[in-house]
């Protein structure tokens, strides 16, 4: 059977989707908790049967890990999520206004209007608007440290990737929901943005540049693989 890139295929109960991904030094599989499917990479297309061969013998352990991803977390009023890493209480109030972000004795909470699917629609609002708002500042931040031109930011929703850098049209992208990390991981993110301006690559070179904008940022990383299925299945 001829194997292309980004084909879908059953495999003993599971879904999964075919890469080729030339920097890859060997077969692997990546397990894409949003998704719901397992990745199977190689180093070329004509390496895709073997990736297919190889994850056949690991099904038990895709299962066992398509189990373990996060459920949704729905946006509703009782609910808590988290905003800057710290947990954050949903409360609804009467008519369709906008939701808002206060504090009272118990902590931080989001206020907000609007019932069902109107009242996440206007969490998930003001989460963009904040994540705008702090990605914003620490872009410009880490702009100004590496003498760089400002550069077009937009806020969205990406499947599974936290940003994107266009150096050839300077502009830069991050997904909304790293703004429910903790500060010094979204401080890591645009910084890791911004450093591709410098090198495009994931080069040493390109990582002594991240590393002089926000010192080690290897438990950066680690807390987003860590964490990344879970805030992805908020408001799902």
Same mark, same amino acid.
């Not at 397992?38 to 990479?41: D, H």
């Not at 297919?52 to 994850?55: G, K, L, Q, R």
């Not at 990383?221 to 799902?236: Q, S, T």
């Given at each position: 059977m001829q194997y292309r890139n980004g084909q879908r295929l059953p495999?003993?109960?599971?879904?999964?989707?075919?890469?080729?991904?030339?920097? !890859?030094?060997r077969l692997s599989i990546r397990i894409d908790a949003r998704a719901g499917e !397992?990745?199977? &990479?190689a180093p070329s297309e004509r390496k895709l049967a073997e990736v297919?061969?190889?994850?056949r013998t690991k099904t038990s352990w895709m299962r066992e890990r398509l189990a373990e991803r996060p459920q949704g977390t729905p946006l509703e009023?009782?609910?808590? &999520?988290?905003?800057?890493?710290?947990?954050?209480?949903?409360?609804?109030?009467?008519?369709?206004?906008a939701a808002r972000l206060t504090e009272d004795a118990d902590g931080p909470l989001i206020a907000s209007g609007g019932e069902g699917e109107a009242y996440a629609r206007r969490v998930e609002n003001l989460f963009k608007r904040v994540a705008r708002e702090t990605l914003q500042t620490r872009t410009d931040f880490h702009l100004r440290t590496l003498g760089q031109r400002p550069v077009?930011?937009?806020i969205a929703d990406p499947k599974s990737r936290w940003g994107s850098c266009s150096p050839h049209n300077r502009s830069i992208?991050?997904?909304?929901?790293? &703004?429910?990390?903790?500060p010094a991981v979204i401080d890591y993110l645009a910084a890791h943005e911004v450093a591709h301006l410098v090198h495009a690559d994931h080069s040493p070179a390109y990582w002594a540049v991240v590393q002089r904008l926000v010192g080690d940022h290897r438990p950066h @990383?680690?807390?987003? @693989?860590?964490?990344?299925?879970?805030?992805?299945?908020?408001? @799902?």
């Open positions: 495999l003993e109960g599971l879904t999964a989707r075919l890469s080729v991904n030339p920097r !890859a030094r !397992a990745v199977l &990479i297919v061969a190889f994850a009023p009782g609910g808590m &999520i988290d905003l800057f890493g710290k947990p954050t209480r949903l409360v609804a109030v009467g008519g369709a206004g077009k930011m937009s992208r991050y997904s909304w929901r790293v &703004i429910m990390a903790p @990383r680690k807390w987003l @693989r860590d964490n990344g299925p879970a805030l992805h299945a908020v408001g @799902r």
